[in-house]
């Protein structure tokens, strides 16, 4: 998302080989899960060396309520593409992973969503199980 973090491409590199690899672990993820990659969100702003924004000079990690598909067609159209998984194919997205580097924060760590609030209980264990697994 922001020309900064480069740590993120590796990451995502990483994931992208692992997932594409032959390894029994990696061929049961596909085989039982639809992956949906986008090695990067703000090509335009990357490119011309912004920082943390698009080349319309808006921080696009900050537009998911709601898009403008002309100022953030990035988001925009990924989050549209994400409304036709679950609507018209029917798919239950089960983790949305936003990979970033840090400025401050060292190693690896989990930022979430608390939609506790609108889905209670559950919904909050559902949303700390991905980083409990992997602590």
Same mark, same amino acid.
């Given at each position: 998302? &922001?020309?900064?973090?480069?740590?993120?491409?590796?990451?995502?590199?990483?994931? !992208? =080989?692992?997932? !594409?690899?032959?390894?029994?672990?990696?061929r049961l993820l596909r085989k039982l899960?639809?992956?949906?990659?986008?090695?990067?969100?703000?090509?335009?702003?990357?490119?011309?060396?912004?920082?943390?924004?698009?080349?319309? @000079?808006?921080?696009? %990690?900050?537009?998911?309520?709601?898009?403008?598909? =002309?100022?953030?067609?990035?988001?925009? &159209?990924?989050?549209?593409? !994400?409304?036709?998984?679950?609507?018209?194919?029917?798919?239950?997205?089960?983790?949305?992973?936003?990979? &970033?580097? &840090?400025?401050?924060?060292?190693?690896? $760590?989990?930022? @979430?969503? %608390?939609?506790?609030?609108?889905?209670? $209980? !559950?919904?909050?264990?559902?949303?700390?199980?991905?980083?409990?697994?992997?602590?």
């Open positions: 998302m &922001h020309s900064g973090e480069t740590p993120a491409s590796f990451v995502f590199k990483g994931m !992208l =080989d692992f997932i !594409l690899s032959d390894k029994k672990e990696a899960y639809t992956f949906v990659l986008v090695p990067c969100l703000n090509p335009d702003g990357v490119l011309c060396g912004n920082y943390r924004n698009s080349l319309a @000079g808006i921080d696009l %990690n900050r537009q998911w309520i709601q898009p403008c598909e =002309d100022f953030q067609p990035e988001i925009y &159209h990924v989050k549209n593409s !994400l409304k036709k998984l679950t609507e018209t194919e029917k798919k239950q997205i089960w983790i949305y992973c936003d990979i &970033h580097g &840090h400025s401050k924060k060292k190693n690896s $760590f989990f930022y @979430g969503c %608390n939609t506790a609030a609108n889905g209670g $209980f !559950l919904s909050w264990t559902i949303v700390r199980l991905l980083p409990r697994i992997f602590a």
